[in-house]
């Protein structure tokens, strides 16, 4: 079992050695992967980003004592591999799991996490009034949470998950970003967290996924169902003045988009003003090559923004 403090220091020396990454979609991380110079890690990235094998002398023994005190590093003769991925974003470091991400429970950050913190940063932002209790349900690496924090000080934020392995990355990153506002909490939905909310984000999981992987399915034919239940939860517990802001994602069939639709008929008849864009039109291309989207054109991902009037 991973140990926190431990992969907690991990992470600092990461940090203090100027570590960076970016992480990609899983088809472009195989491919680049493929590239037979790639083979083996060569360097930290290498290890800690492409999630590549190595073996002794790739890198520094402190390193590798680190991992192992983590309990990260699985050894099979002289080929190694790191058990997370550390990935940056808003000067911030964030462990996750290792790729290919292929357990039920894996904790998931790519390009959608990025998307996701910048619609939540941005919403914060533009704000008329300040943050006070922010949310970030299925909080994953806790990226959004952190971003939410880190623009509003002062507030009390939650990050809410049903995986611990979520919630534990949570907690070391939380550290690392010396996030000290933000609690990490285990609750389904908001079922296990009192009160209400002037902020509410989220970046479900909403793929059909036939392997029912949690970080990955977002429930229901459409993959939908998640994202439609976290907007129940939003009219249920959002403050005058607060505000929801969903990403998520849909496939689109004959040009018509069934999230927005069941969205519509969710919100028509609440105090909720809504918008609702796609920001990006046409991802993960390749998940069109099989059955669960064999009846989609395009699958593209949206952002959902909610408010209820201050004088509600």
């Not at 000067?91 to 799991?97: A, I, K, P, Q, T």
């Not at 006070?132 to 509003?152: L, M, N």
Request: charged share 25%; net charge negative.
């Amino acid at each position: 079992m991973t140990k926190p403090e431990h992969l907690l220091s991990l992470g600092a020396a990461l940090k203090a050695a100027g570590y960076a990454f970016t992480t990609v979609t899983p088809a472009t991380h195989e491919r680049v992967n493929r590239r037979p110079e790639n083979a083996r890690a060569t360097d930290l990235r290498g290890v800690f980003g492409w999630s590549r094998p190595f073996g002794p002398g790739v890198l520094p023994d402190d390193i590798v004592d680190l991992m192992d005190a983590a309990d990260v590093l699985d050894r099979d003769g002289d080929e190694w591999r790191s058990r997370v991925r550390f990935s940056t974003y808003d000067d911030e470091l964030f462990v996750h799991s290792a790729f290919p991400t292929t357990d039920a429970e894996s904790v998931f950050f790519g390009p959608d996490t990025y998307r996701m913190a910048e619609a939540a940063a941005a919403h914060v932002m533009h704000r008329r009034r300040p943050v006070r209790r922010a949310v970030d349900i299925g909080c994953g690496t806790g990226a959004g949470a952190i971003t939410v924090a880190k623009r509003a000080p002062a507030a009390e934020v939650f990050a809410v998950d049903i995986n611990d392995t979520a919630l534990e990355y949570t907690r070391v990153n939380t550290a690392l970003a010396d996030a000290r506002s933000v609690r990490a909490c285990h609750s389904n939905l908001l079922k296990d967290i009192d009160g209400t909310f002037d902020l509410i984000i989220s970046n479900p999981p909403f793929m059909i996924d036939p392997a029912g992987r949690a970080y990955r399915d977002g429930g229901g034919s459409g993959g939908h169902d998640l994202s439609l239940s976290i907007i129940d939860a939003a009219v249920e517990r959002l403050d005058p003045g607060g505000s929801l802001v969903l990403f998520s994602g849909a496939g689109i069939v004959d040009g018509q988009d069934p999230l927005r639709a069941a969205a519509a008929e969710r919100l028509e008849n609440t105090d909720l003003t809504w918008s609702y864009r796609e920001v990006d039109p046409d991802v993960y291309d390749e998940e069109l090559d099989g059955e669960a989207y064999r009846h989609a054109e395009r699958l593209a991902v949206v952002v959902l923004t909610a408010s209820r009037s201050e004088w509600s």
